[in-house]
């Protein structure tokens, strides 16, 4: 993907900012400075999407705010920008050569600016990427963007009442010489948009930690194809979870090898296709040993049955939310603790990071702590909910930061205690009884789940914004709820006819305006006549399902 156009010049890794000609930011001491200083950490679509928002703001626009961001990697994307699985443990990012989108593009994309006309509906990762640089560039965000910088620790400054940043740059540009020195600088405003599909969450399955040790396992965000020597040394492997990347690597080995392959997942009934070939049974409940001469081991589900002859797995097991630069082991009041928080009611006075879930947030975005910790409205976290569209999400979010940063006062902290607390209690009452998880972690692990609540929450908050996005237009449309809802059917109609060879055909020209229709009713008329193509082929859709909602998949 080297190829792809970039209007970067390669060796650029810092630019100067607009509204900041030296290129410098966070340097304001003055606790009353009219020029108030923002640090977005990310430069991933989080992170863009503050960046584009921020523009539109009228402080922006009249000097009275700057910004950056922070990116650790040499260009934008986040999960989007490819990298070998060997270039860091754990890779940067779990891209495999096999991914395209789990939602249509039409729903995906950032509003008001689509996907180009005849664009795959399920696009690779490559032509998401460029859409997210022809984003940037479209808004001119790369000013704002500082590449291999990785951020170190944020620390609250009680004295400046800002935040202090600690960055290092992780690659020197070409022609200049200097140490990978530490500098910090100070915020008014820090958005958190660092990604959370990282730090891989490994089950605390009986046995499994053997089978890593020795070389018989892995997690599938260092997956990347098929042609890895565990892979195709194997003769049997097993893949375990049902999320969007598990279901796709189970799908890339069964059709692009001839090994045997077994899917487990929660729920799973035992079934035998391709002649025995590919199985599907339920989760897995102990990893028995592991025949090293022979090469294959044996696990045990949890219907009593056993499966024998496995000589790799593949953990597609989820990933964790993970704050290193607000974790800092040697401080004596970290911002974020690593923890189960405490059984509500009351909320907790400090801001607990359980790798599932971060809390107290108001709205998913702000931390409700002290009163003598720091504003709630100088910090907020960009892009924890998950099972969601998260683009247009991300957006409805920044929106709300700003807001509340130009304004704190706008912020009930009282309601939104409120707020979490029935929300504690309307979760911890759906959940059946379980000996697999205490009950604090089985809320943690549904706290950032919405799926079909993620239309109301963008809709509340761009209520909450006010103003023009309080209007019915910038309410989520109907037909992007409809496609959301029947998107496993979408993608299986979309696959058979890519396999058919004629998915081209069916969007060339889509999105061009030029049937008389604005370009995204043309995309919305495509989908319905795929799904009244699949009624009128009979085409045999099988139920969707990416698995249990209990973490990042």
Same mark, same amino acid.
């Given at each position: 993907? =080297?190829?792809?156009?970039?209007?970067?010049?390669?060796?650029?890794?810092?630019?100067?900012?607009?509204?900041?000609?030296?290129? &410098?930011?966070?340097?304001?001491?003055?606790?009353? =400075?009219?020029?108030?200083?923002?640090?977005?950490?990310?430069?991933?679509?989080?992170?863009?999407?503050?960046?584009?928002?921020?523009?539109?703001?009228?402080?922006?626009?009249?000097?009275?705010?700057?910004?950056?961001?922070?990116?650790?990697?040499?260009?934008?994307?986040?999960?989007?920008?490819?990298?070998?699985?060997?270039?860091?443990?754990?890779?940067?990012?779990?891209?495999?050569?096999?991914?395209?989108?789990?939602?249509?593009?039409?729903?995906?994309?950032?509003?008001?600016?689509?996907?180009?006309?005849?664009?795959?509906?399920?696009?690779?990762?490559?032509?998401?990427?460029?859409?997210?640089? +022809?984003?940037?560039?479209?808004?001119?965000?790369?000013?704002?963007?500082?590449?291999?910088?990785?951020?170190?620790?944020?620390?609250?400054?009680?004295?400046?009442?800002?935040?202090?940043?600690?960055?290092?740059?992780?690659?020197?540009?070409?022609?200049?010489?200097?140490?990978?020195?530490?500098?910090?600088?100070?915020? +008014?405003?820090?958005?958190?948009?660092?990604?959370?599909?990282?730090?891989?969450?490994?089950?605390?399955?009986?046995?499994?930690?053997?089978?890593?040790?020795?070389?018989?396992?892995?997690?599938?965000?260092?997956?990347?194809?098929?042609?890895?020597?565990?892979?195709?040394?194997?003769?049997?492997?097993?893949?375990?979870?049902?999320?969007?990347?598990?279901?796709?690597?189970?799908?890339?080995?069964?059709?692009?090898?001839?090994?045997?392959?077994?899917?487990?997942?929660?729920?799973? &009934?035992?079934?035998?296709?391709?002649?025995?070939?590919? @199985?599907?049974?339920?989760?897995?409940?102990?990893?028995?040993?592991?025949?090293?001469?022979?090469?294959?081991?044996?696990?045990?589900?949890?219907?009593?049955?056993?499966?024998?002859?496995?000589?790799?797995?593949?953990?597609?097991?989820?990933?964790?939310?993970?704050?290193?630069?607000?974790?800092?082991?040697?401080?004596? =009041?970290?911002?974020?603790?690593?923890?189960?928080?405490?059984?509500?009611?009351?909320?907790?006075?400090?801001?607990?990071?359980?790798?599932?879930?971060?809390?107290?947030?108001?709205?998913?975005?702000?931390?409700?702590?002290?009163?003598?910790?720091?504003?709630?409205?100088?910090?907020?976290?960009?892009?924890?909910?998950?099972?969601?569209?998260?683009?247009?999400?991300?957006?409805?979010?920044?929106?709300?930061?700003?807001?509340?940063?130009?304004?704190?006062?706008?912020?009930?902290?009282?309601?939104?205690?409120?707020?979490?607390?029935?929300?504690?209690?309307?979760?911890?009452?759906?959940?059946?009884? =379980?000996?697999?998880?205490?009950?604090?972690?089985?809320?943690?692990?549904?706290?950032?789940?919405?799926? $079909?609540?993620?239309?109301?929450?963008?809709?509340?908050?761009?209520?909450?914004?006010?103003?023009?996005?309080?209007?019915?237009?910038?309410?989520?449309?109907?037909?992007?709820?409809?496609?959301?809802? @029947?998107?496993?059917?979408?993608?299986?109609?979309?696959?058979?006819?890519?396999?058919?060879?004629?998915?081209?055909?069916?969007?060339?020209?889509?999105?061009?305006? &030029?049937?008389?229709?604005?370009?995204?009713?043309?995309?919305?008329?495509?989908?319905?006549?795929?799904?009244?193509?699949? $009624?009128?082929?009979?085409?045999?859709? $099988?139920?969707?399902?990416?698995?249990?909602?209990?973490?990042?998949?």
């Amino acid at each position: 993907m =080297s190829d792809l156009p970039n209007p970067l010049v390669d060796s650029q890794t810092t630019a100067p900012l607009e509204n900041n000609p030296d290129g &410098k930011t966070g340097v304001t001491d003055n606790v009353d =400075s009219p020029v108030k200083d923002i640090c977005i950490i990310g430069g991933g679509p989080s992170g863009l999407a503050a960046l584009r928002i921020l523009h539109d703001h009228p402080l922006y626009k009249a000097g009275r705010w700057r910004a950056v961001a922070y990116e650790a990697r040499e260009d934008l994307g986040g999960i989007w920008l490819p990298a070998p699985a060997d270039t860091a443990d754990p890779p940067f990012t779990p891209l495999y050569d096999s991914l395209t989108t789990n939602i249509v593009h039409p729903t995906m994309g950032y509003p008001g600016f689509p996907f180009p006309p005849s664009t795959p509906l399920h696009p690779p990762a490559s032509t998401v990427l460029k859409y997210l640089r +022809d984003y940037a560039a479209h808004f001119n965000l790369y000013p704002h963007l500082q590449f291999n910088t990785l951020v170190q620790s944020v620390k609250w400054d009680k004295s400046r009442k800002k935040w202090q940043v600690t960055v290092r740059k992780t690659k020197i540009a070409p022609g200049l010489s200097g140490e990978y020195a530490d500098e910090t600088l100070y915020y +008014d405003l820090v958005v958190v948009a660092n990604g959370h599909y990282r730090l891989p969450r490994y089950p605390s399955t009986p046995g499994l930690k053997a089978w890593l040790d020795s070389g018989h396992a892995t997690h599938s965000v260092y997956y990347r194809n098929t042609s890895h020597p565990s892979i195709t040394n194997a003769r049997t492997i097993l893949v375990v979870g049902a999320g969007p990347s598990g279901l796709d690597i189970s799908s890339d080995l069964r059709t692009g090898t001839s090994k045997n392959v077994v899917h487990s997942f929660s729920g799973a &009934k035992n079934e035998d296709l391709d002649g025995g070939r590919f @199985k599907t049974r339920p989760r897995v409940k102990e990893f028995l040993s592991f025949d090293a001469a022979k090469g294959e081991g044996t696990v045990l589900f949890e219907d009593g049955t056993t499966e024998s002859g496995i000589s790799y797995c593949i953990l597609a097991t989820g990933y964790q939310d993970s704050f290193p630069f607000l974790e800092p082991p040697s401080s004596d =009041s970290p911002p974020v603790e690593v923890g189960i928080p405490p059984a509500v009611p009351p909320l907790p006075p400090k801001l607990y990071n359980s790798t599932y879930h971060l809390f107290p947030l108001a709205k998913h975005i702000w931390p409700l702590v002290r009163p003598d910790s720091f504003p709630p409205s100088s910090l907020a976290f960009l892009g924890l909910p998950f099972r969601v569209i998260p683009f247009p999400l991300v957006e409805a979010q920044s929106r709300a930061i700003f807001k509340v940063f130009e304004d704190p006062s706008s912020l009930d902290v009282a309601r939104e205690a409120v707020e979490i607390v029935s929300r504690y209690e309307e979760i911890s009452k759906s959940l059946p009884p =379980s000996d697999l998880y205490p009950r604090e972690i089985a809320i943690a692990q549904l706290w950032h789940f919405l799926d $079909e609540e993620q239309f109301d929450y963008c809709d509340a908050l761009h209520e909450f914004v006010g103003g023009e996005y309080a209007k019915p237009e910038w309410k989520v449309p109907g037909w992007v709820k409809e496609f959301y809802e @029947k998107k496993f059917v979408i993608r299986q109609v979309w696959r058979e006819l890519v396999k058919r060879g004629v998915a081209d055909d069916w969007v060339r020209g889509v999105g061009e305006g &030029k049937s008389g229709k604005d370009g995204m009713t043309e995309w919305v008329d495509l989908m319905r006549k795929m799904l009244k193509w699949a $009624e009128d082929e009979k085409l045999v859709i $099988e139920a969707g399902s990416w698995g249990s909602p209990k973490t990042r998949l």
